[in-house]
């Protein structure tokens, strides 16, 4: 009974003590974050300099560019399905946009589809 007052009593304790050092390890494994490498076309378009890294100017001017693209289409969705002016999508809207989002897809991958078929068809000739 005594060994099983005891071990009742310090189970919290040692629990406790094993999720922080768990988090503690999880947080601070010592390694470098993983960086992700720009694509070809980014380089090729943010590269000033030709050395095969965006240097911080350059990451600079892709990330502005990525902001502008963004605030672009959240404007031109704004301006399409947002209603009632109220300068946010309710939920009407969303499903709206998405709704149209979804037969532009449908259609491109039938657009797709129509040429591959139309290749197959050609080279079995």
């Known amino acids: 009974m005594k060994a099983l007052r005891s071990i009742l009593r310090i189970a919290p304790g040692l629990l406790a003590l094993l999720f922080a050092v768990n988090r503690a390890t999880a947080a601070d494994d010592g390694a470098a974050p993983k960086e992700r490498k720009p694509s070809k076309e980014t ?10 890294v965006l240097d911080k100017a ?38 709206a946009m998405k709704a149209d989002e979804e037969t532009a897809k449908a259609v491109k991958k039938a657009e797709k589809d129509a040429k591959k078929a139309e290749k197959d068809a050609n080279s079995t000739k």
């Open 58 to 95: 350059e990451t600079a001017a892709w990330k502005a560019d990525i902001a502008a693209k963004s605030k672009a289409t959240k404007e031109a969705n704004l301006a399409k399905y947002d209603l009632n002016k109220d300068g946010k999508l309710d939920e009407a809207e969303k499903a």
């Open 43 to 52: 380089l090729a378009k943010y590269d000033a300099n030709q050395d095969g």
